[in-house]
């Protein structure tokens, strides 16, 4: 038996269909079409003689290979709003770590690059966060530089207290001056004390953390469906 076609159904193109998603949010959609797509070519491959699996191997990790590579050449940050850290944090558990089923590599640069954008702009709190707790890691590694980061502090308390004693609100040339004083003092106290090699170790751990999370991290829903009340 044979089915004739529908001459009233639509045919929507693979690129006007992708486009759509894009624009309504259907992210996750676009990450499960392409992880599919490249399971299936995968097991394709599988079925074939051994000279075309061993061809079909060498390439698949050389794909693998280019896309590692590619995330080094994304900037996460490119697509970062104001916005994006006023929302609420995500929770740690359930929607930034997930279960292992949540993970899986990238099958191409287009996804890999639509991850890492889309998950560095749902989880900005969370990657703030992270960098927060690998700069007070550092600090705690690097005594001296803990030390030049209090007495910083210290050292602006005590200009803002000067301030108020000695009135230099009515002086504004004065205190212009010691405001210039004080930062260049600042400035090479942080230096001396080792503090910009604290905050690049932080900065280079966090940011090969956001670019491997936000990777291998599968898109979700950015609206989870409320669950009813019985």
Known sequence: MTFKGNPFSLTVPEA???SWLRDS?????????SSSSSSSSALSSATTS?????LAYSATF?????????????????KLTSDDFSRPTPSWTDSFFGSFESYSFPASPSQARLRVHENAKRFARNYATLLILF???SLYQMPVALVGVLS???????????????GLDHRPVF???LVRAAQIGTAVLLIWCNVPMALFCALGVSYLVLLLHAALRKLTPSKQPQRRRK
């Open 16 to 18: 006007a269909f992708e």
């Open 25 to 33: 949010g259907y992210l996750e959609v676009l990450d499960h079409r």
């Open 50 to 54: 051994p000279a075309d699996a061993t």
């Open 62 to 78: 050389f794909s693998l290979s280019a896309t590692l590579f590619s995330l080094f050449t994304l900037n996460p940050l490119s």
């Open 135 to 137: 700069f007070s890691c």
């Open 152 to 166: 910083s502090l210290a050292l602006w308390d005590l200009f803002r207290m000067g301030s108020d004693k000695l």
């Open 175 to 177: 205190r212009q001056l």
